[in-house]
Structures are given as structure tokens and as C-alpha cells.
């Protein structure tokens, strides 16, 4: 999840558009996203992310990426008679701080959609709590299959909650594609695993593992670490001996890096490859000097090379937001613009936003659009239909895409 150079083009417009947009609007706490007459009506679109702690660099990009979805609906009046406003809420990563989120979001009568998780352990709290409220909830970064398609999703999968979506891909998708990348491309045959006992972490490597040994590919090593460590060399020691030649790790980038960091001081001098959950500038900055040859999966293509995103990369610079939007951004952005697209159904006739929930629900399935990061559009698990994925390589420091594919 790098921190992507953004066009400044176009800013001074944006700021001062923002500027004309809140006059005469009801106010809100720091940070909420407010626009078109004070006589207007009230909905809320919450988010829930990690705004503090290690993962706060790509909680924020998400919050900041729906704060500008809203601004924008606000200035076009994109839904009469009604003001949109961001309603956010830190998770810390944490699913029970997470589940506290969600209620209280659920408990404000405003509120109709929520943007988040960025983590599935998180979203398992968040989202039976939203579900019984008829909140619409979009996550940009949840992975785990089991969230829209059930525990049994390999064999029996069966829709869990007719309230949630996401506009990213799955690891059902994210683990094969690294698996064939790995062994097809990049002629690699042996490889140890490591992942964190995270929800996210380990079904990534569940799903890697599966592909990687059905192409032909050996597991020479499956080890696990703590989330609270930050010294690995016990795991390390294990994994060393059986000489693997690439190390695939399910997890996210404060550990991810000092891992990586490690494990080449201790002389294993091995890519270590991991999910879009380590692709993070921060990875980079905690992996040091030894990260180059380092990889990643992240879903999409780059948002920075897409035409689709110009106006999203220009717009975010220009409303001089102090964090960058990192991996998540552009994906937040579509599922904050997924759900301001049904609201112009269910708000039409509302008298309240609390009564235009469940209508918010319905309308999603419908949802269809070009936005930022391509075809935004759900199927009947609420699963985004795109299957565009890409790996990225860090090379002088900075990670740079190597190769864009949609998975068939």
C-alpha cells in the first residue's frame, strides 16, 4: 500500500468549490463533510477504520477518500432536498472497539451506510451489529470469502448478510493469483509460509497454499507468528533450514517489514511475498534497505496509472488532505460513491434517513457505475464482479507495479 504521487492540477478550483459548498450548512464535528442549504434533510454515511495505532496510515486514506465522495455529492446536489454528512468511527483494529463503532453508529438515526472494515476479524464484530439495524455496509479492503459467502464458501456458499459489499476482491482471488505469479512467472518452487492467526493473514494463506501445491509448487516450511511480537528469530530459525526460495506471508505491514528485515539479517536472503495487507509504504520504511525484491499483491491496477482516476487523484490533492490515500483509497471512494448511488433511490420519498434504510439495501443490488478503480457493480453475495489484481515489486525503495492481470 504505497503512499502514490498525486496531480495537483485542478486544486485551487476544488478548494475553493468546497469553500462556496459549506456556506450556509449545517454544521457538524471536525472532519464531517457537509454542503447545500441549511433547510435540507440529514443522512449520514458512517466509516469505521483504524484511525490511530499502526494501521492508521491506510485507516486514514479510507476516511479522507469517503470525506471527499461526500463533499462532492454535497456541491452537484446529488440528491435533492438532502446534505450528506461523514460520520467516522475508529475500529483500532480491534473487533471489539469495532463492534462499539458500529453500534453506535447503528444507535444515530441518520446514519444510512457505512464505509469499512478495513480489517475481516474487525468486519465479523461489525457486521451482524449493522445487519440488525438494515445499514448498508460497503468494506474497500475486507478479503475474506467467508464474509459474503459463509464458513462454507468452498463447497456451500450462502450469502451471511444481505446488508454488506465490497469493492475489492477476495483472497479466494488474491491467494491463487500470488501462487501462480510465484511459480509461472517468477519460476519459484519452494516456499515456506508465515502468517500472523489473523482472520485476514491466514486465509490468505490458506488460499495461496492450496493453488500454489495443486500447480506443483512444495510447502517446505508453514509457520506462525504473534501479531504482538516484534522479534521473529525463533520462526526464522525454523524456516532458514529448509531453504526456501521465497517466503509468503498472510498479514499486514507492521510486522510484514520487520519480518522481512529480520529474516535477511539472520541470512535468509529470500523474497518475502505477502497480500495487499503489507503493500504499504510503511512496509517499506520498516523492511529498510533490504526489502528491495520484496512483493505484494494488491487488488486492481495501480490507481495511479488508471484514466478512470485522474479526476480522484486531483480532487484528493486539492482538498489537502494530511494523509495520502494509500491502497484503499480509490476502493473507499467507490464504496462511499456505491452508496450514494442507491441513496438517490431511497431518499427520493424518505421522510427520514432511519426509514430509508432498508430501501438503501435494496437499491445496492442495482448499483452499477464507472468509478474510480473501473466497473463498480455486485453480484448475489455482494462480491465486487472485478477480478483485476496486480503484484508490485519493491525496487529502489518504493514499490513498483510488475505485472496487471484479471484473474480468470
Known amino acids: 500500500m504505497p503512499q502514490r504521487s498525486v496531480v495537483a492540477a485542478g486544486a485551487s478550483l476544488l478548494v475553493a468549490s468546497l469553500a462556496l459548498s459549506a456556506c450556509g450548512t449545517r454544521g457538524g464535528s471536525d472532519g464531517d463533510a457537509t454542503g447545500g442549504a441549511s433547510e435540507n434533510k440529514v443522512a449520514k454515511i458512517g466509516v ?21 465522495a461526500i463533499k462532492q455529492a454535497n456541491e452537484s446536489k446529488a440528491i435533492p432536498g438532502w446534505t450528506l454528512e ?25 446514519v444510512v451506510g457505512v464505509v469499512g472494515t478495513l480489517n475481516s476479524s474487525v468486519a465479523q464484530s461489525v457486521q451482524p451489529v449493522l445487519a440488525a439495524a438494515n445499514i448498508t455496509q460497503v468494506s474497500p479492503a475486507n478479503t475474506n470469502p467467508a464474509l459474503t459467502q459463509g464458513a462454507d464458501f468452498l463447497t456451500a456458499p450462502k450469502r451471511t448478510y444481505p446488508t454488506y459489499f465490497r469493492t475489492c476482491t477476495t483472497d479466494s482471488i488474491q491467494g491463487p493469483f500470488a501462487a501462480r505469479y510465484l511459480f509461472e512467472k517468477a519460476n519459484i518452487k519452494e516456499v515456506a509460509t508465515v502468517h500472523d492467526k489473523k482472520t485476514y493473514g491466514q486465509g490468505l494463506v490458506d488460499a495461496f497454499s492450496k493453488e500454489y501445491t495443486k500447480l506443483g509448487g512444495k510447502i517446505v ?6 501479531p504482538d511480537d516484534d522479534k521473529y528469530d525463533a520462526v526464522i530459525s525454523k524456516i532458514k533450514p529448509s531453504n526456501p526460495k521465497a517466503v509468503y506471508y498472510g498479514g499486514e505491514f507492521p510486522q510484514a517489514g520487520p519480518f522481512s528485515q529480520q529474516m535477511k539479517a ?4 529470500v523474497p518475502l511475498m505477502g497480500g495487499d495487507g ?25 490507481t495511479d ?5 485522474k479526476s480522484f487523484i486531483t480532487a484528493y490533492e486539492g482538498a489537502k488532505y494530511a494523509e495520502p490515500y494509500e491502497a484503499y483509497g ?36 442495482s448499483v452499477a457505475f464507472d468509478g474510480v478503480t473501473g466497473k463498480v457493480a455486485f453480484d448475489e453475495y455482494g462480491d465486487t464482479t472485478s477480478r483485476v489484481l496486480t503484484v508490485y515489486g519493491v525496487k529502489g525503495g518504493k514499490w513498483e507495479a510488475v505485472s496487471t492481470e484479471e484473474f480468470k
Open 221 to 226: 516450511a508453514a509457520e506462525t507468528i504473534n
Open 266 to 269: 539472520a541470512g535468509l536472503n
Open 330 to 365: 480509490a476502493y473507499a471512494y467507490d464504496a462511499a460513491n456505491a452508496i450514494i448511488n442507491a441513496l438517490k433511490v431511497s431518499l427520493k420519498d424518505a421522510a427520514s434517513a432511519d426509514a430509508a434504510r432498508q430501501g438503501t439495501v435494496a437499491a445496492m443490488s
Open 305 to 309: 496509472t488508471l484514466e478512470s482516476a
Open 86 to 110: 461523514l460520520a467516522a468511527e475508529d475500529d483500532q483494529a480491534t473487533p471489539d472497539v469495532g463492534k462499539n463503532a458500529a453500534t453506535k453508529l447503528a444507535s444515530d438515526k441518520d
Open 48 to 68: 469505521i477504520a483504524p484511525l490511530s495505532g499502526d494501521l492508521a496510515a491506510l485507516g486514514k486514506g479510507i476516511e479522507h477518500s469517503v470525506d471527499l
Open 278 to 302: 503489507i503493500f504499504s509504504g510503511e512496509y517499506v520504511k520498516l523492511a529498510g534497505a533490504t526489502a528491495d525484491g520484496d512483493l505484494s499483491t494488491s487488488v486492481g491496477a495501480p
